[in-house]
């Protein structure tokens, strides 16, 4: 089964997440967020670890497509986090919308294409697109490159699952 969970900041997303791949023992959970220097950061980091079975192993990397070529269960957290780092990684965040949208969709498409060869796979991502149009153009792009990342994966999964104040609902 390959599901994607989305919802708010803390709304349970995470942690339902780990809940779908509960009782497996190789399961393969990728950090593809940016490494930031923030104590708050290390802070969440810390508590998703201390929740996470010993068994699990931890892969820090912003290549989705290779990761989701393992053959254990995989676990992604999360999408929102992985855009951010490859934003900062290429230096996409002050580029066009065109040259950022290439690069995104490239790396896109390569992870979608390796997902779609497997089943057992868990993606975590964030709903940017329910508020207010942000002010800033790093937020507005932002938002729009996620949008158009979770329809890919969205469409490349069995289900989807939308968690509210901890509550799912199965799209």
Known sequence: MRVLVTGGVRSGK??????????????V??????????????????AHRVRRPAS????????LAGALGRPEPVLVDCLGTW????????????ASVGEATEAVDAL?????????ARDDVVVVTNEVGLGVVPEHR???LFRDLLGSVNQAFGAACDEVHLVVAG?????
């Open 167 to 171: 509550r799912v609902l199965t799209l």
């Open 83 to 94: 855009l951010t780092g490859v934003l900062d990684e290429r230096g996409l965040w002050e």
């Open 108 to 116: 896109t498409t390569a992870a979608v294409s390796a997902l779609r």
């Open 56 to 63: 699990w192993t931890t892969l820090e990397t912003r290549d």
């Open 138 to 140: 790093s937020g507005r």
């Open 14 to 27: 995470s942690r339902h997440a780990e809940d779908l791949l509960a009782g497996r023992d190789q399961v």
């Open 29 to 46: 959970y990728v950090a593809a967020g940016p490494v930031v220097d923030d104590p708050d950061w290390a802070a969440r980091i810390a």
